[in-house]
């Protein structure tokens, strides 16, 4: 048997990169002492999410866009070493736009990248979309990452899963709700939305969720915390809860894909022939 200790983190980061990297740093020695190989960071990371989604794009300039083969990313994978490290940052396109971006790295450099496609309100007029998702092969197994919104659309994570991802991994700057917010972020409904999309796409894709997340403030905004690992079968194996932390939990990862599978196959089952909208004709 073998089994992949892995960590979903909720965090505060903010504007200045040199923070976010010391937090950065110090979640990820934390990790390495708790022997985690898989450490999932959130969205926006380094250099922090947008302060409103109101479309006021004055507040402040954003984030820094940074290169997918910068001096930035470079700096992660050095810190990462042995552990497979997932952050969120704003990208800088070489095509000169913006991206809510998802990278995967380790001391050998970057494994992974992934763009938000799904753009939630006013985030369109910050960052363009990426186009596509796809798993690759790590260290610690095959992963596919989503942003945020992503896996709020099944198709994202069904999508990941086909292509042989073991583990899904979903950054996040998910905030608590807008209106009739909740005074404690515990009862929040859109907390109670982020927990059941997690449970949901782990357990439709007989997968393993890794779901990281800010918490605190930022701007208007206040995020709900809420990291955690989920098994194939939707179950909660560790969580943070609505405060800062690390959700660490360790899983025999194959294991675990081979027994949710054994009787009821989600993938090997479905039948694709028959998921067409009849009304799209002729529309």
Request: aromatic fraction near 6%.
């Amino acid at each position: 048997m073998s089994t992949l200790r892995m960590a979903a983190v909720a965090a505060e980061f903010g504007r200045d990169l040199e923070e976010d990297f010391a937090v950065a740093e110090r979640l990820i020695k934390e990790a390495r002492a708790e022997g985690v190989r898989l450490l999932a960071l959130p969205e926006a990371c380094l250099g922090g999410y947008l302060l409103s989604l109101d479309n006021d794009t004055e507040l402040d300039a954003g984030p820094p866009a940074l290169a997918l083969d910068g001096p930035e990313i470079r700096r992660l994978a050095a810190l990462a070493g042995e552990l497979t490290v997932v952050a969120g940052y704003c990208e800088a396109g070489t095509d000169g736009r913006r991206y809510n971006s998802v990278v995967c790295v380790n001391g050998d450099g970057v494994l992974g990248n992934h763009r938000k496609v799904h753009q939630p309100l006013s985030e369109d007029a910050s960052y363009a979309s990426g186009d596509r998702f796809h798993a690759f092969d790590t260290p610690v197994g095959r992963i596919g990452m989503l942003i945020c919104y992503d896996k709020a659309f099944p198709e994202s994570a069904r999508a990941l899963a086909l292509d042989g991802a073991e583990i899904g991994v979903v950054v996040s700057a998910w905030p608590g709700a807008r209106t009739n917010a909740a005074p404690d972020l515990v009862n929040d409904r859109w907390k109670r939305r982020f927990d059941l999309f997690d449970r949901a796409r782990a357990l439709e894709n007989q997968i393993v969720w890794v779901s990281s997340n800010q918490s605190g403030t930022f701007g208007s905004l206040r995020f709900v915390g809420s990291a955690k690992v989920v098994d194939p079968g939707g179950e909660i194996l560790a969580d943070t809860g609505v405060g800062a932390g690390l959700a660490i939990a360790e899983l025999d990862v194959a294991q675990a894909l081979e027994t949710a599978r054994r009787s009821m196959g989600h993938l090997r089952d479905r039948r694709p022939e028959t998921y067409t909208y009849a009304g799209a004709v002729g529309e």
